[in-house]
């Protein structure tokens, strides 16, 4: 049985940092690569990062988390983190991990079959 879930979610003030975190259960991540998306009301679905299955694949990060936020699986290979540094009000969203099958991480929504339930990450002072 798969399962993804999100936690670590919260409220934080502009400049501050959290830490998601993507349990995970039920797909060998030799073979999945992890991603994290984040929705906002009104907005659709867009990608912030992902790591791929295989470590001779690029990580992917978006234009506008670049050089703020950090994602990291834990040797295990159960976990996989968001580390998210000067967090600013339009990073305000609710984050999904999600899971797909392949080696090269997508950008795109649709192309994972596998989604956690979400956290919501609120920034404001």
């Known amino acids: 049985q798969w399962q993804l879930v999100e936690s670590g979610g919260g409220l934080v003030k502009p400049g501050e940092s959290l830490r998601l975190t993507c349990t995970i259960s039920?797909?060998?991540?030799?073979?999945?690569?992890i991603g994290w998306f984040r929705q906002a009301p009104g907005l659709e679905r867009e990608g912030v990062s992902c790591?791929?299955?295989?470590?001779?694949?690029?990580?992917y990060y978006a234009n506008f988390v670049k050089g703020r936020f950090t994602i990291s699986r834990d040797s295990a290979g159960n976990t996989v983190y968001l580390q998210m540094n000067n967090l600013k009000p339009e990073d305000t969203a609710v984050y999904y991990c999600?899971?797909?099958?392949?080696?090269?991480?997508?950008?795109?929504?649709?192309?994972?079959?596998?989604w956690g339930q979400g956290t919501q990450v609120t920034v404001s002072s």
């Open positions: 999600a899971a797909d099958y392949g080696f090269d991480c997508s950008a795109a929504a649709s192309d994972y079959d596998y």
């Open positions: 039920g797909f060998n991540l030799d073979y999945y690569n």
């Open positions: 790591i791929p299955s295989s470590s001779s694949s690029k990580i």
